[in-house]
């Protein structure tokens, strides 16, 4: 067994996937997609289901590694905001060289502000700088560096 894939749902999947690229060096892994068809209705439950996007190599892993698979569908609801304290998946983390750095490049590709940057001694393990924020479509990315 094996993790494979963490898929985001974006309003524009060109635009988050571009962002993922710019910020996090992520690899398009072809082909893009463009699925419809009954299979993909009783997989997801929804009628006449269609989704277009593509997967993304995440860095540090090579080309057979989990990937973050960036999706639109044709028709979508909205949703509330996610907040660090609510149930459920909230937010994706990258080990990164320069927290600093990093987080200044994803603002400056449209990322958001969601926290400071901390640094904290944690027992037994070690120091871990980080901080939380948000990708240009609201979903929380953890960026950290340990010591």
């Known amino acids: 067994m094996r993790y494979a ?3 985001i ?3 524009d999947w060109r635009e988050l996937a571009r962002f993922y690229i710019d910020v996090f060096d992520c690899k ?3 082909p893009e997609r463009d699925l419809a068809g009954d299979w993909l209705d009783q997989a997801t439950s929804l009628k006449n289901a269609h989704l277009q996007g593509m997967h993304l190599i995440l860095p540090g892993y ?3 590694g989990p990937t973050l698979e960036i999706f639109s569908y044709e028709k979508m609801d909205e949703r509330t905001s ?3 304290n609510k149930p459920g998946y909230t937010h994706i983390a990258f080990e990164v060289a320069d927290v600093d750095e990093t987080f200044a490049k994803a603002l ?4 958001q502000k969601l926290g400071e940057i901390v640094k904290k001694e944690i027992a037994n393990v ?3 700088k980080f901080t ?3 990708d240009p479509e609201g979903n929380i990315i953890e960026i950290q560096s340990w010591e």
């Open 132 to 134: 939380y924020f948000r």
């Open 82 to 84: 996610m907040l660090p």
């Open 5 to 7: 894939h963490t898929n």
């Open 9 to 11: 749902i974006a309003r």
């Open 126 to 128: 070690g120091v871990i």
């Open 108 to 111: 400056q590709h449209g990322g």
């Open 28 to 30: 398009p892994k072809p």
């Open 62 to 64: 090579g080309d057979e």
